[in-house]
Nanobody
Framework: QVQLVESGGGLVQPGGSLRLSCAASGSIFSSNAMGWYRQAPGKQRELVAGITSGGRTNYADSVKGRFTISRDNAKNTVNLQMNSLKPEDTAVYYC????????????????WGQGTQVTVSS
């Protein structure tokens, strides 16, 4: 089991940027695929981006070209750089670990962080 702690959320104006970080501990981080999910009020939790242990990535269509997922295996962290933020990006963002890849898309694993709130508003 992997323990996950997210940070970096907050309030930002439309068009702004935020960088989320997820610190992992408790297992062999470098061998785990990782993902970021988000959940807006009244909506289901959805995949934002995933990254394999080797650094291959996939993104939801709604964030392609604006968000970048990356990982630092030496520091046991996975990051989500979010640019050109829109009000519809407002959600609680969750880090996820231990998932698998179905073809080219990350499938959620059993380990979740506590979530970090991202609010995009003027």
């Amino acid at each position: 089991q992997v323990q996950l702690v997210e940070s970096g959320g907050g309030l930002v104006q439309p068009g702004g940027s935020l960088r989320l970080s997820c610190a992992a501990s408790g297992s062999i981080f470098s061998s785990n695929a990782m993902g970021w999910y988000r959940q807006a009020p009244g909506k289901q939790r959805e995949l934002v981006a995933g990254i394999t242990s080797g650094g291959r990535t996939n993104y939801a269509d709604s964030v392609k070209g604006r968000f970048t997922i990356s990982r630092d295996n030496a520091k046991n962290t996975v990051n989500l750089q979010m640019n050109s933020l829109k009000p519809e990006d407002t959600a609680v963002y969750y880090c996820n670990a231990g998932g698998t890849y179905s073809s080219t898309t990350y499938q959620r694993g059993s380990s979740w962080g506590q979530g970090t709130q991202v609010t995009v508003s003027s």
